[in-house]
């Protein structure tokens, strides 16, 4: 099973900052088969990022995705307030299909 | 649009069964792999089981192996989740999500609202 592990656990910023996100594995993720997800309370997740840089339909460009083999970054620039939220990183690239235990960006 | 909509979620006693439901509508059951995925009040996403466009390959999660079954009529474009052996420890939000795009077992682009499972006596 590859673990997700998610750094760091809160982080708080204001609008405007730049947010930066890892996530490492385990072991390595097969063909960097890891995506991002946004959750807001009451809501079901949101993806953001898929191929651990392809950005979703719909997602703004202010979101990016890097990194590969065990080492993943997702970067928000210029925080809007309806970012404020917890992002979970996800391996897609062999069972068990593992998510990391989230980071939660809050405001400052 | 691609919609996806849970049912028969509920409060059930420690040792009890129950069956979820997800209605997906806007495509076609075959093409795509599903999954569920839980999240435990106030805490991560767990996922849980996986089945293939195909039907013929499933994945649970250890912590589920042998008590749930995931499955599919795709007469009715539903998705199910069979639950049985329930553990307080099963409480959670359930939600399906179906793949959005190639040829891996993700990424899940498309959710559905959650259905709430609550064990408890």
């Known amino acids: 099973e590859i673990v997700l592990t998610q750094s760091p656990g809160t982080l708080s910023l204001s609008p405007g900052e730049r947010a930066t996100l890892s996530c490492r594995a385990s072991?390595?993720?097969?063909?960097?088969?890891l995506a991002w997800y946004q959750q807001t309370p009451g809501q079901a997740p949101r993806l953001l990022i898929y191929?651990?840089?392809t950005r979703a339909t719909g997602i703004p460009d202010r979101f990016s995705g890097s990194g590969s083999g065990t080492d993943f970054t997702l970067t928000i620039n210029r925080l809007e307030p309806e970012d404020f939220a917890v992002f979970y990183c996800?391996?897609?690239?062999?069972?068990?299909?593992?998510f990391g235990p989230g980071t939660k960006v809050d405001i400052k | 649009e691609v919609q996806l909509v849970e049912s028969g979620g509920g409060l059930v006693q420690p040792g009890g069964s129950l069956r979820l439901s997800c209605a997906g509508s806007g495509f076609t059951f075959t093409t795509y792999v599903m999954t569920w995925v839980r999240q435990a009040p106030g805490k991560g996403l767990e996922w849980v089981s996986a089945?293939?466009?195909?039907?013929?390959?499933?994945h649970y999660a250890d912590s589920v192996k042998g008590r749930f079954t995931i499955s599919r009529d795709t007469s009715k474009n539903t998705l199910y989740l069979q639950m049985s052996s329930l553990r307080a420890e099963d409480t959670a939000m359930y939600y399906c999500a179906r793949k959005l795009v190639g040829s891996a077992w993700g990424p899940w682009g498309y959710w559905g609202q959650g259905a709430l499972v609550t064990v408890s006596s």
């Open positions: 072991q390595s993720v097969n063909s960097g088969y």
């Open positions: 089945i293939s466009g195909s039907g013929d390959t499933i």
């Open positions: 996800q391996q897609y690239g062999s069972a068990p299909f593992t």
């Open positions: 191929d651990a840089s």
